[in-house]
T-cell receptor, first 114, second 114 residues
Framework: SQTIHQWPATLVQPVGSPLSLECTVEGTSNPNLYWYRQAAGRGLQLLFY??????ISSEVPQNLSASRPQDRQFILSSKKLLLSDSGFYLC?????????????FGDGTRLSIL | DAKTTQPNSMESNEEEPVHLPCNHSTISGTDYIHWYRQLPSQGPEYVIHGLTSNVNNRMASLAIAEDRKSSTLILHRATLRDAAVYYC???????????????FGTGTRLQVTL
């Protein structure tokens, strides 16, 4: 069966520090991969989307970047964190194909910026 | 994108059926109806999706109105573990890339009591 792993589960970082969140998927090949952010009390916002290695689409301009160095690995990064980067970060995957395919989410990383 | 309307909250007793409504009067012919739920401090979880016909799986049933302008997620026997925010989302299966993102509204917060 397919599984998705995100780490760390929680993270506290000072303003201006770098960030690296990692997501890996097991049990499937060539997945679509997504990074979402959920601010406190709000809905999910899509940050990045990837259909393959090295192929990243950004949904909104921001202080973050994403990379996909391997087929089932998706990394979210920042060189200098801002207070507004706080939130609940979720990685998700779906089978490549029609966009009616379900998305499957990891357990998320709760990021607090001090 | 076509919008959905859901009640803010609902309550149910444990072991009773729960019917969660969703209105989507501007649904297009290529929109699938998806349901996700989010338990506290966890990532969203896919529940079920359908296009025109009613759908059943191990988690729930989806009843779709004949004109497709509304749908109902049915939990046959609610348990305490079903307490979550339930999201009804329309997804156009012809859209690709970031246009295939999931757009979460405020959903329905389901409370289950003994």
């Amino acid at each position: 069966s397919q599984t998705i792993h995100q780490w760390p589960a929680t993270l506290v970082q000072p303003v201006g520090s770098p960030l690296s969140l990692e997501c890996t998927v097991e049990g499937t090949s060539n997945p679509n991969l997504y990074w979402y952010r959920q601010a406190a009390g709000r809905g999910l916002q899509l940050l990045f989307y990837s259909v393959g290695i090295g192929q990243i689409s950004s949904e909104v301009p921001q202080n973050l970047s994403a990379s996909r160095p391997q087929d089932r690995q998706f990394i979210l990064s920042s060189k200098k964190l801002l207070l507004s980067d706080s939130g609940f970060y979720l990685c998700a995957w779906s089978v490549r194909g029609p966009s009616n395919q379900p998305q499957h989410f990891g357990d998320g990383t709760r990021l607090s910026i001090l | 994108d076509a919008k959905t309307t859901q009640p803010n909250s609902m309550e149910s007793n444990e072991e009773e059926p729960v019917h969660l409504p969703c209105n989507h009067s501007t649904i297009s012919g290529t929109d699938y109806i998806h349901w996700y739920r989010q338990l506290p401090s966890q990532g969203p979880e896919y529940v079920i999706h359908g296009l025109t016909s009613n759908v059943n799986n191990r988690m729930a049933s989806l009843a779709i109105a004949e004109d497709r302008k509304s749908s109902t997620l049915i939990l046959h026997r609610a348990t305490l573990r079903d307490a979550a925010v339930y999201y009804c989302i329309l997804r156009d299966h012809k859209k690709v890339g970031t246009a295939s993102k999931l757009t979460f509204g405020t959903g329905t917060r389901l409370q289950v009591t003994l």
